[in-house]
Each structure stands twice: as structure tokens, then as C-alpha cells.
């Protein structure tokens, strides 16, 4: 196995120039995006549709009149204003996301870095929404995998701390693995070093400290997200986004 890790949403768009047809790409986006969209899917949502822009949620919404929109733009919720009238039925938070709300629905999401980072890994073989919720579940799926890209969707056009560690989680996870050659790419080494002195403090206090981390911890209402996304295996499922560009569970 190969593991290759894309630490700033700048690589991004490098992806469309390459052949991924045997690559299995998993993406970051721990504060919040695919820490909400595991939990989702934990909680009983039927698909979760990631798409880039607020029109196209909207466009959704107004072809399925019955699917529910959800989504930020610089971390919170997007409102009627930004949305040609439509307020979303949810914004980024993974806590928003209840068995009562989600079980059995469509939810087409839109978030700055998350959604855009899934699109631009739409050709691969597979393409998973990764976390520290569903980590180990991630990495049982991947072995036997040749070849491993590690996407982490970023800040705006910076790198983001949290999906680093997380990137870097799943390398120490996928090289530990038994009987399992694996070979890092410099970038992947980085991330498991990285990830392993911030398990000498604690992972919530590492999250906590990223630029995100602060940013949340600094809004009343979300401060909690911090904490719930430092969880460790609390969902035991693969998001697995499909050739529709549609995340179910595999």
C-alpha cells in the first residue's frame, strides 16, 4: 500500500490532471463537514449529497421539494438572505444532526472547504468521508488498497491542524496494520508525526487549538462541536461517496 496525503486545499485542483481510477481517496474535514455528514449517516440519514455552491443546494431543493439543506458559509448556518429566500434546515453542526431530524432523509449540503474537497476527488476508485468518529472503521476498509490518498479539505485556501492529525491518525492506523507493506509519502510521514505529539497533551485540547478549534470554541452556540468531533470511534460505518456523487453508508 501506498499512502499519499494532500495537506492543503491548494493541491486541490492538481487532482483533475490525474489518473485516480485506482487511488482510494478519503477526505478530512474535521471541524466540521465530515464529522457531521458520519454523523448523519450514524443517525439514519438515507444520503447525504455534498455539492459546492448555495445555488446548486438550492436548485436541490427546488427539483426535490422533500430533500432538507444543509451548510455554512464561514461557519454558520446559511440563512434566507444568502439563499434566494430559503433558509437551511441545518447548519454544520454534527449535533444538529438527530435521529429525530435525519432518519430516513436526503440532506444536500453545502460547506466552504468540505464539500469542494469531496468533488474534486469524484473520479477516484472510492472516495470516503473520513473522522475521528469513524476512523477505525476507515482503515479496515482500506486495507488491501495499492494505492491510498489522504485529502485534507483545509481552511479556506490553508492548511487546517485538525485534518492534519486526522490524516495522521489513519497513516499510524493503516501502518500498524498486520502483514500490511506500507510505503508513506513524506507529506504522510509529517502527519503521523504530527498526530503523535499531539496525542502527548489530548486530541480535544490539539482541536481546540487549531485556528477552527478557537474560532468554534469562541461562538456559544458551538463551542460543543469541538469536543463531540474529538470522539474516537463512536460511529462504526464507512461514508462512502457513490459515481452519483452521493455518501451512503458501504
Not at 191 to 205: C, D, G, I, N, S
Request: include cysteine; charged fraction near 20%; proline fraction near 4%.
Amino acid at each position: 500500500m501506498t499512502i499519499e496525503t494532500l495537506l492543503t486545499p491548494s493541491d486541490l485542483p492538481a487532482l483533475a490532471r490525474r489518473d485516480l481510477r485506482g487511488t482510494a481517496c478519503v477526505v478530512f474535514d474535521i471541524l466540521r463537514a465530515t464529522s457531521t455528514f458520519v454523523t448523519a449517516l450514524h443517525h439514519g440519514a438515507k444520503e447525504i449529497i455534498p455539492v459546492s455552491e448555495i445555488a446548486e443546494a438550492v436548485a436541490r431543493r427546488t427539483a426535490q421539494p422533500e430533500v432538507l439543506l444543509a451548510g455554512e458559509r464561514d461557519g454558520v448556518k446559511i440563512r434566507a438572505a444568502q439563499a434566494g429566500g430559503i433558509d437551511f434546515d441545518f447548519g454544520n453542526s454534527p449535533r444538529e444532526f438527530t435521529p429525530e431530524r435525519v432518519r430516513g432523509q436526503i440532506i444536500v449540503s453545502t460547506t466552504t472547504n468540505g464539500t469542494r474537497a469531496l468533488r474534486a476527488c469524484a473520479p477516484a476508485k472510492t472516495v470516503l468521508a473520513a473522522s475521528f468518529l469513524n476512523l477505525t472503521a476507515t482503515a479496515d476498509f482500506l486495507r488491501g488498497e495499492k494505492a491510498v490518498l489522504l485529502v485534507c479539505a483545509g481552511t479556506g485556501e490553508n492548511p487546517a491542524a485538525e485534518d492534519i492529525l486526522a490524516a495522521g491518525a489513519l497513516v499510524d492506523l493503516l501502518a500498524s496494520g498486520k502483514a500490511t507493506h506500507v510505503h508513506k509519502s513524506s507529506t504522510s510521514t509529517a502527519a503521523r508525526t504530527a498526530y503523535v505529539q499531539a496525542m502527548l497533551t489530548h486530541l480535544e485540547k490539539s482541536l481546540g487549538a487549531s485556528e477552527n478549534g478557537r474560532r468554534l470554541l469562541a461562538i456559544p452556540e458551538l463551542r460543543e462541536d469541538v469536543a463531540f468531533c474529538a470522539q474516537r470511534d463512536v460511529c462504526n460505518l464507512v461514508a462512502r461517496m457513490d459515481a452519483h456523487g452521493r455518501l451512503q453508508r458501504a
